[in-house]
Every structure is written in C-alpha cells, then in structure tokens.
C-alpha cells in the first residue's frame, strides 16, 4: 500500500500542518512518492464515543456489525462499548470496522435491569467475583448497573451495598481494568464515588455534594445527553409507578444545571451516546452538539469526543507514530459544530474508509 499524505489545518492546535500515513501510523517528516488525500480543510483525531453498545439491539454479529458501520460513517472511530450481551470480538477483526473498546456484558441484578442483556447476579456478594470475569472478558473496562427502578420500592434504588462496591472496584484496579456505572439518581452516587469508580454514565441525579466528590476522587462522567431526551417518554410509560416517574421527571428538568455544574466544578466530561441504549447509532455529532449548548465551549465540547476522549482512553492523537484514525472535514468544526456532519474523507487504521 503506498504512503498517503494529507494537508489542513490540524486540531486542536490549528496550525496547517502535512502529514504522512506509513504502516497505519502517522509520520510527521515527508515520505516520498505519497499519494495526497487531502490538500486543504481541517483534520481532526478521529471521533470517539464513549458511551454506545455495539451488539446489545443486535440479534446477531451481522446487524453488530451494521451499528459499527453507521457509527463510522458518522466519524467514531473508537468506541467505548458500555456493555452488550454479545461477544463482539470477531468485530475487532474487521479493520474497517472502529477500534472498539469492550466492557462485556452489563454486571445487574434480576429484574433490576433491561431483560437478558446483563449477567444477574442473585446474591450482591457474588459482585467482585464477577467483576473479576467481566474484567478478564473485556478490554479494560468493567459496567456494572449502579441504579435501576425497585418495583418493591417503586422508585429508583441502588443495585449494591457500598462494602461490594468497594471491594468490586479494587478487584477491577488489581486486574488493571476501569469500572463505569449506569446511574440516574441520587443515592447510588456516593457509594459508587467512594468506592473509587472512574466513571459515572447518565450522573442525572448529581448534587452538588456528590460532584464535589468526584472532582476529589477524580471520577469522569459520560452524561449522554441525547439519551436523557428520552426520561419523559420512561416516566410516560411507567403509569403503575408515580413515584418513579415522577423522580425520571424532575432529573430531566434539572439536567442542563446538573451537568452545568459538574462541568463548573471541574468534572471531566466525555460525550457518548447511549446508542443501542434506546438510542440509534450514529448521532455523536448530536451529543457533541447538545454538550456544546449546555456550556461547554466548543472547543472543549469537540475534544470531549476526540482528542481528550482519546487521551482518556490510552489512544494519541495526530502525532507522530499514532495510530492513524483521521478525519478531515471541508469546514470547520470549531467554527459551526454541524461542519462534523460532512467529513470529507474518513481514515481509519491508515486505510481510507471515505
Ligand atoms: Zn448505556
């Protein structure tokens, strides 16, 4: 395969720059008899969304595959899987396919999660121990199901008694894998944080208490804005529980202050998602966009799905000897953050996609 050069503005740093692509690498010092892909416009790490599940409204690898595909389309090029009830394995075979960074399947409890997606657990005490096997099935993240409707209760209720949680957590860290949680309310939240969690997915339910609590403990939160969207239709279709619906409407009321103060308050924020989760694949320009209406600056709301996600997650962005995943668009981004929606040329592992 003969070397490929690309000219544009990079970002962040916003300086015109050429680069090289050998290998599936980036070089940044000239390679000869490259052939250019682009010569003009803006080039940008690839797209990351950290929070989707490839495989989980799958009935099968095929139609996993297919979500891969509109993700990809859609400029994600990495993937933080956040847990799916199928092995997607034979997908990170696919070099066309984004690199995907599994978390295996949901840890939950019975009925205290969606049907035959997690592994449910009977006793809470079994926790670490199946940490311990999602974490040596995955690629260096573990989802556990933080808080789930009660129907004894008929509100939302923590899955796990705070003792689990901790020892669950070191479990994970011993095996060198990150643990994130699904989390819509309140209570869950201290335990979780205290327990060392690295991520809160939705964090809905975030006080100003439990956010300074995961700015001392480092925690990140994945709010998957577009995803909250979808609380009033929850609480529609749960007539037989006001006091859960209820609850699903005052978090989605008060969601822009929530995630506006974490963000504030200095909590890292990654864009994601929730596609597979209720949500169709292929919108994280939607997310990006809802994070940059919320306050975030645009800047800030674009690497949170690029080059910061990327940084979080272990991969590089365009320097040298980095992996290439490159997008390049004709307009820029950080001028109208629509311009993600037309990238002008997709590459993928050194490969062009588009
Ligand atoms: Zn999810």
Redesign the pocket.
């Known amino acids: 395969m003969p070397a490929l050069h690309m000219r544009g503005v990079v970002l962040p740093e916003g300086e015109t720059r050429d680069l090289w692509i050998v290998n599936g690498r980036i070089r940044l010092t000239p390679v000869p008899y490259a052939d250019t892909i682009v010569d003009g416009g803006y080039l940008l790490p690839g797209l990351v969304d950290a929070?989707c599940?490839i495989g989980l409204a799958a009935e099968d690898l095929d139609e996993a595959e297919q979500q891969a595909l509109t993700d990809r389309d859609a400029g994600t090029l990495l993937v933080r899987d956040?847990?799916a009830p199928l092995d997607t394995r034979p997908l990170q075979e696919k070099l066309e396919l984004p690199r995907i960074i599994r978390a295996g399947r949901h840890i939950a409890r019975p009925k205290r999660y969606i049907r035959h997606v997690s592994d449910e657990l009977d006793d809470p005490e079994q926790l670490p121990a199946a940490v311990a096997e999602q974490a040596a099935a995955g690629d260096g993240w573990v989802k556990l199901v933080g808080d789930w409707i009660d129907r004894d209760r008929g509100d939302l209720a923590p899955l796990w008694p705070d003792d689990v949680l901790t020892e669950a957590v070191k479990v994970a860290h011993e095996a060198g894998a990150r643990v994130t949680a699904?989390v819509f309310g309140e209570e869950a939240l201290p335990g979780l944080i205290r327990a060392g969690i690295d991520c809160i997915?939705h964090g809905t339910g975030l006080t100003a208490d439990t956010i300074d609590l995961m700015v001392a403990h480092g925690t990140a939160l994945v709010p998957?804005l577009i995803?909250i969207e979808t609380f009033p239709g929850l609480a529609a279709g749960a007539s037989k529980y006001p006091l859960y619906a209820g609850h699903m409407l005052d978090l989605y009321g008060r969601v822009r202050r929530t995630v506006g103060a974490a963000l504030e308050a200095g909590v890292p924020v990654y864009a994601g998602t929730?596609a597979?989760?209720g949500i169709a694949h292929g919108r994280l320009v939607d997310e990006i966009v809802a994070l940059h209406e919320l306050g975030m600056s645009r800047a800030d709301a674009l690497g949170a799905a690029s080059w910061t996600a990327r940084g979080w997650l272990g991969y590089r962005g365009i320097e040298e000897g980095a992996a290439a995943d490159v997008i390049a668009y004709e307009s820029d981004p950080l001028a109208d953050l629509n311009a993600l929606r037309s990238p002008s040329r997709i590459v993928l592992r050194g490969r062009v996609i588009r």
């Open positions: 929070h599940h956040c847990g699904h997915e998957t995803n929730d597979g989760g």
